[in-house]
C-alpha cells in the first residue's frame, strides 16, 4: 500500500510595505487638508509716558481714570484708591447712566492694574470705555 502524502499548503501572508507608505501618505494628505490651524492674534499696545499733568475731563459726561507708573489711581485728577474705585465708578453710573470713561495708563504702568481696572469696571457694568493712547493736551 501507497501512503499518500498530503500536500502541504503552505500559506503567507506578506504585506508590501510599500503598500503602507501609500496609505500612510493618503492618511497624511487627509489629515493636514481637513485640519484647521490655531491662529494667534496679538495687538501691540504701547501706552503713552505719562507727563505731570493729569488728564482732566471738560464734559460732565466724560470721566477719565488716570493709572501710572506706581500703579496710583485717579478719577477726574482726584486720587481714588483701588479699593474705593468701585464705589466711585458705582456712584457715577447712578448719577448718569450715559456716563463715558476714558482709562489712561503710564507706559511703566503696570499691566496688572491696567487689568485690575477693566475688571473693576466690568463689575459695574460700564461698556462705554475709550482707552487712551496719547496724552490730551
Given at each position: ?35 484647521t ?12 509716558k ?13 470721566h477719565?481714570?488716570?493709572?501710572d ?69
Amino acid at each position: 500500500m501507497r501512503r499518500r502524502r498530503r500536500k502541504a499548503i503552505d500559506f503567507r501572508l506578506e504585506i508590501a510595505p510599500v503598500n503602507l507608505i501609500d496609505l500612510l501618505l493618503v492618511m497624511l494628505i487627509f489629515f493636514v487638508t481637513t485640519t484647521t490651524f490655531l491662529q494667534l492674534r496679538m495687538i501691540e499696545l504701547r501706552l503713552p509716558k505719562s507727563s505731570s499733568q493729569l488728564l482732566q475731563s471738560s464734559d460732565e459726561r466724560l470721566h477719565v481714570i488716570n493709572i501710572d507708573e506706581q500703579c496710583r489711581l485717579s478719577l477726574d485728577a482726584i486720587p481714588v484708591e483701588t479699593s474705593l474705585l468701585q464705589e466711585s465708578l458705582r456712584k457715577l453710573k447712578q448719577q448718569d447712566q450715559k456716563a463715558r470713561f476714558h482709562l489712561g495708563a503710564d507706559e511703566a504702568s503696570p499691566h496688572r492694574c491696567f487689568v485690575q481696572v477693566l475688571e473693576i469696571m466690568q463689575k459695574e457694568d460700564i461698556v462705554d470705555i475709550s482707552i487712551l493712547t496719547k496724552v490730551a493736551q
